[in-house]
């Protein structure tokens, strides 16, 4: 994780997260540094397999 980056060390909440444009977002966020909170309306499974993918995002 960059030190450097705004979103270093911090948390975001991500609505939608569970497809689409807050996926996407949810990846870039935690790409980014941050620790992501997921937020949405599909089964928990789907939901557990965007945590795997945000937490294997590489850093800057």
């Given at each position: 994780m960059s030190s450097s980056s705004p979103l270093a060390d911090r948390t975001v909440a991500v609505t939608g997260a569970a497809r689409g444009l807050g996926a996407a977002?949810?990846?870039?966020?935690?790409?980014?540094?941050?620790?992501v909170a997921l937020l949405g309306h599909e089964k928990a499974a789907r939901a557990g397999g965007l945590a795997d993918r945000a937490a294997r995002a590489p850093h800057e």
């Open positions: 977002m949810a990846r870039e966020i935690a790409r980014r540094g941050a620790r």
